[in-house]
């Protein structure tokens, strides 16, 4: 079965530093670019920023860079969203999702499959 | 950027209905345009994608067309199991999500 497990639920402090991960199975995890998006409680879906597994090569959409850091081990199949210091607006839901399209160089397409979402909760 | 918007922001039908969403660009986007379904406390689930293919699994019901800015999202028969909050998303550049639109039933 392809599918992407996601890391669980974390509370943290503002200030904190925090990685949550991603982990593919089922499919070949370095062929499938991998994005983040996040949801905001009672809100709507944003893109974060993608990564391609196979090079880690990474784009972020300008609302999210410099905040977080996208990365990935291709050795475990896993990739993660890391905060140096979070902030209270960062409390939301966090998934990853792959995208649909084999070996696509872009990055393009649909996001075919979701992890089941790390809610992150910051708060003193 | 480009920018999506999505109307009706929600709405209201009954079992049977046939529901209609539109999602237009702020520019010309091609048909690089998917619909997601996202029922409350799940993750989204992609419906459609390149603006008019059904992605494998997903029931005939369902149906999008269009090209360039205007796109739009068809139920044909709305069932129960439809209550769900839709995206349209676009990947012109970088990928951007719409609104959303909430649908109910009447």
């Known amino acids: 079965e392809v599918q992407l497990v996601q890391s669980g639920a974390e509370v943290k402090k503002p200030g904190e530093s925090l990685r949550i991960s991603c982990k593919g199975s089922?499919?070949?995890?370095?062929?499938?670019?991998i994005s983040w998006v996040r949801q905001m409680p009672g809100k709507g879906l944003e893109w974060m920023g993608r990564?391609?597994?196979?090079?880690?090569?990474?784009n972020y959409s300008p609302s999210f860079q410099g905040h977080v850091t996208i990365s990935a081990d291709k050795s475990i199949s896993t990739a993660y969203l890391q905060w140096s210091s979070l902030k209270a607006s960062d409390t939301a839901m966090y998934y990853c999702?792959?995208?649909?399209?084999?070996?696509?160089?872009?990055?393009?397409?649909?996001?075919?499959?979701w992890g089941q979402g790390t809610m992150v909760t910051v708060s003193s | 950027d480009i920018q999506m918007t999505q109307s009706p922001s929600s709405l209201s039908a009954s079992v049977g209905d046939r529901v209609t969403i539109t999602c237009q660009a702020s520019q010309d986007i091609s048909n690089y345009l998917n619909w997601y379904q996202q029922k409350p406390g799940k993750a989204p689930k992609l419906l459609i994608y390149?603006?008019?293919n059904l992605e494998t699994g997903v029931p005939s019901r369902f149906s999008g067309s269009g090209s360039g800015t205007d796109f739009t999202f068809t139920i044909s028969s709305l069932q129960p199991e439809d209550i769900a909050t839709y995206y349209c998303?676009?990947?012109?550049?970088?990928?951007?999500f719409g609104p959303g639109t909430k649908v109910d039933i009447k």
């Open positions: 089922g499919y070949s995890f370095t062929s499938y670019w």
């Open positions: 998303q676009q990947y012109d550049n970088l990928p951007d």
């Open positions: 990564i391609d597994p196979s090079d880690s090569y990474t």
């Open positions: 999702a792959r995208h649909r399209d084999y070996g696509d160089p872009l990055g393009k397409g649909a996001f075919d499959i």
């Open positions: 390149d603006a008019s």
